[in-house]
């Protein structure tokens, strides 16, 4: 529970920012031959300051790569401020409330998950561009 050992101001920083509409959120993974991939993706939130997660839209490779990795680091960024957040696979979900929700979203945009991945988070990083940066704030 990283939430409980890190500055108040700087968990409500890292969760307004992963809330922001405008703000670029990227998921890093690595297949099972050690391959890197990196992807932009909309569906990337946090359910909880100890929960991060991601809907399987257009995200074959990632999703593969989850699968059988399980370790990822999302990175979301807004101008200088920028976070990295390591995480581990927890629970994929194909149906129930979180999964009705982001969908109910999604057909706005005629898009649809078919799953929704759920990782715990295990550290986060200051990435932005200030005296701070690569510090782990949790």
């Given amino acids: ?19 922001a509409p405008d703000a670029v959120k990227v998921i890093a993974t690595v297949s099972a031959d050690g391959q890197p ?4 993706a909309g569906t990337i939130g946090a359910v909880d300051p100890n929960t991060m ?9 990632s999703s593969d790569n989850i699968k059988s990795g399980k370790k990822v680091a999302f ?12 995480a581990v696979l927890k629970d994929i979900q194909s ?13 706005g945009m005629h ?10 988070v295990t550290a986060v990083f200051n990435q932005g561009a200030n005296p701070e940066a690569g510090k ?3």
């Avoid at 990175?75 to 390591?86: D, F, H, P, Q």
């Avoid at 999964?99 to 109910?104: K, T």
């Avoid at 898009?111 to 715990?120: I, K, P, Q, T, Y």
């Fill in 1 to 19: 529970d990283w939430s409980s050992d890190v500055c108040s101001s700087d968990l409500k920083n890292v969760m307004d920012l992963l809330a």
């Fill in 37 to 40: 991939h990196v992807i932009a």
């Fill in 53 to 61: 997660m991601i809907g399987k839209v257009l995200t074959k490779v």
């Fill in 75 to 86: 990175l979301v960024t807004k101008g200088l401020e920028s976070y990295s957040i390591n």
């Fill in 95 to 107: 149906s129930g409330p979180v999964y009705d929700a982001v969908n109910q979203k999604l057909a």
């Fill in 111 to 120: 898009l649809h998950a078919s799953e929704l991945m759920f990782f715990d």
């Fill in 136 to 138: 782990q704030i949790a």
